[in-house]
């Protein structure tokens, strides 16, 4: 009984080391790829202009094709619709893809750009991206339902699909809310000079705060604590908010902060035993 106490506390040992390195692993990748980004921005970014954004935008084209003919592959080899509906899914609203690649590239290139001045847009960029992403969601869970047949998948999905507009507007009318409690960005760039001498200024993006959910003074997820944490209001105020907005969107907030509780991460510098 011992040895067996023993080996189960052993395994458990094991178990988070392995658990510390895959972290550790996911640290170091996600540094070097974050260096590598501001190094090709820093390279070629000045040199393209406003055709960088288009130009990734074509990249993601290209890599939207490959996965496309990757699934019609995956789609003739075995037994299942699900790979060959998919890819349907994604010829279908290809056009749809590339415009929204565009979108989202343009806005992070004018953000970084006009900080200041781009601020007072993010909310709509930001409940544009957040229903893009719930469509798509529910797309795909429809797709897999094809085989599950679950009329609780089936149902969920069709209501996020339905209700879109709502959840637009309540994403919305949050993120201006909060940009009316939200500090000025304090400036903080780098400039360099290219080899013919002119100079250019850009962000420095590791000093770019990140949303986080807080343990401290949490009640369920921390969603609301970290919002407040983030924009260094009261979390009573927060829940205030969310609460009225709940009841005004006949719930669908609830669905809202569901989502965002799982997308958001934990902060890892709190307590969350």
């Known amino acids: 009984m011992t040895e067996r106490i023993g080996y189960g506390k052993d395994f458990d040992a094991r178990l988070k080391d392995f658990e510390e390195e895959i972290e550790s692993i996911g640290k170091r990748v996600e540094r070097k790829v974050e260096n590598a980004e501001k190094r090709f921005r820093k390279r070629y970014e000045p040199k393209f202009g406003l055709l960088n954004p288009l130009l990734w935008g074509l990249v993601g084209l290209f890599l939207l094709s490959l996965v496309i ?76 339902n094809i085989e599950v047949n679950l009329s609780m998948i089936e149902s969920a999905a069709n209501f996020v699909i339905d209700n879109l507009r709502t959840i637009f507007i309540v994403a919305l009318l949050i993120g201006f809310l909060f940009l009316l409690v939200q500090k000025e960005p304090r400036k903080d760039k780098y400039s360099y000079k290219n080899s013919r001498g002119y100079e250019f200024n850009m962000n420095r993006g590791e000093n770019m705060k990140r949303l986080y959910r807080s343990s401290k003074d949490k009640l369920l997820g921390g969603l609301c604590a970290g919002i407040a944490e983030y924009f260094d209001v009261d979390p009573v105020l927060v829940r205030i908010i969310w609460v009225i907005l709940a009841f005004a969107s006949l719930g669908t907030a609830i669905l809202i902060y569901i989502i965002l509780w799982i997308v958001v991460p934990r902060n890892p510098e709190h307590d969350w035993d």
């Open 69 to 144: 003919l990757g699934l019609d592959v995956i789609g003739g080899r075995i037994d299942s619709v699900i790979p060959t509906e998919l890819g349907i899914f994604l010829v279908d609203n290809l056009a749809l893809f590339f415009g929204l690649m565009l979108f989202f590239n343009y806005s992070t290139y004018f953000s970084r750009k006009y900080p200041r001045s781009f601020r007072y847009i993010s909310p709509f960029i930001t409940a544009v991206g957040m229903i893009v992403m719930l469509w798509i969601l529910a797309n795909i869970f429809l797709i897999l």
